[in-house]
Every structure is written in C-alpha cells, then in structure tokens.
T-cell receptor, first 113, second 113 residues
Framework: AQSVTQPDIHITVSEGASLELRCNYS??????LFWYVQSPGQGLQLLLK??????LVQGIKGFEAEFKRSQSSFNLRKPSVHWSDAAEYFC???????????FGAGTRLTVKP | KAGVTQTPRYLIKTRGQQVTLSCSPI?????VSWYQQTPGQGLQFLFE???????NKGNFPGRFSGRQFSNSRSEMNVSTLELGDSALYLC????????????FGSGTRLTVV
C-alpha cells in the first residue's frame, strides 16, 4: 500500500519569505499526489494535485509543487508567504486501483510578522 | 455547487453511548470516505462507500460502522463510545476514485466524556 512521510512537524517562516514543505511517498506504481491545507477546526482544502505530465504543478493561493520520481518526493513551495497561509498542510498519495488515500502526519506552518 | 455537508458540527456524548454522524456528498459524487483525525494519530482512514457498498475499510474495531444510501448520503455510527473516540471526523466525497482527489466537509467534532 502507499504511504507518505512529511519530515517536518512544524515550520516557522517570516511573512514574505519563501516556503518549501517536504513530502516523500512510497508506492510501487504511478502515484497520484496531493497537497491539502487545513485551518483550525476545519476540513481539508485541496491545494493542488499531480497525476501525470508536467512535473511542476500549480495550485491555488500561489502554491506549486514539483514531482521528482527519482527522489520519491512531492515538495510544496510558495515564493512569498502571507500571514493567512498559517495552517496545517498535508501531503497525500492515492492510487488508481483503490480509494484508500494515505495522508502524511502534516506540517504545521507558523508565519511570523 | 454545494460542498460536502456534515452534521452535526459538534457533539458531546458520554462513554458507552452510541453516535451517528451524517455526510451529504457533492451532488453527483458517488464515493464517500470517512476519516478520523486526532492530534496523536493524525488522519486515519475509516472506510469508503461507493454506490451503497463498502469498498475499503481501515483498521478500526467493529464499533465503527457506516452505510450509504441510494442518494449517496452516508452515515457513520460508533457504538459503545470510549474516551479515545474523541476526534474530528471528516467525510470526503469523490466522483468515484480518490485518485482524482477528495472534497472534504468541515467535519464533526465528537467529544466523549
């Protein structure tokens, strides 16, 4: 079965600084990769997804992610962080043959003024 | 188009009681998945229903059950509640396979006292 590792539990960045959140996945076939964001007490909102094709995918709110098969990674990036980006971010991997999407443990982002 | 609706938003129950949570997926979506989210365990997959049939099940005890109706609305039930069942329960809908991404509801916050 597929699995996801998010090595960073908590990251703090200054407003206006760049951001990179790490995600490593494990899956034998072509993965379907996702990043979600969750504000406190809320559900998860899809930021972006990768199925195939261009390895650099653009999402909402100015986020992008790059799929690197050789490194089994799908890192999330944003060039300039806004205070409203403070939230928890989850990387997830799905598979075409099942509906069991696996989530990483999440990375909590704090934005300093 | 309306999103995923979960009711109720908050619940307080006593140990030993049972509880039923409801989820209405996005119109046209036939798959509903349920997740339990806790600070210690993160997001854990409970089960997934598609066209009224349970397709996948996570590693939870039999006290956790669910069903799906012909209109794709889903309910999950937890019997003989334990303190450890306190969590945010999230419902997610998809068109058929999670490989294309889920849309999550805002969740039901269950507190067991």
């Amino acid at each position: 079965a597929q699995s996801v590792t998010q090595p960073d539990i908590h990251i703090t960045v200054s407003e206006g600084a760049s951001l990179e959140l790490r995600c490593n996945y494990s899956y034998g076939a072509t993965p379907y990769l996702f990043w979600y964001v969750q504000s406190p007490g809320q559900g998860l909102q899809l930021l972006l997804k990768y199925f195939s094709g261009d390895t650099l995918v653009q999402g909402i709110k100015g986020f992008e992610a790059e799929f690197k098969r050789s490194q089994s990674s799908f890192n999330l990036r944003k060039p300039s962080v806004h205070w409203s980006d403070a939230a928890e971010y989850f990387c997830a991997v799905g598979a075409l043959n099942n509906n069991d999407m696996r989530f990483g443990a999440g990375t909590r982002l704090t934005v300093k003024p | 188009k309306a999103g995923v609706t979960q009711t109720p938003r908050y619940l307080i129950k006593t140990r030993g009681q049972q509880v039923t949570l409801s989820c209405s997926p996005i119109s046209g979506h036939r798959s509903v998945s349920w997740y339990q989210q806790t600070p210690g365990q993160g997001l854990q997959f409970l089960f997934e229903y598609f066209s009224e049939t349970q397709r996948n099940k996570g590693n939870f005890p039999g006290r956790f059950s669910g069903r799906q109706f012909s209109n794709s609305r889903s309910e999950m039930n937890v019997s003989t509640l334990e303190l450890g069942d306190s969590a945010l329960y999230l419902c997610a809908s998809s068109s058929g396979t999670g490989a294309y991404g889920y849309t999550f509801g805002s969740g039901t916050r269950l507190t067991v006292v």
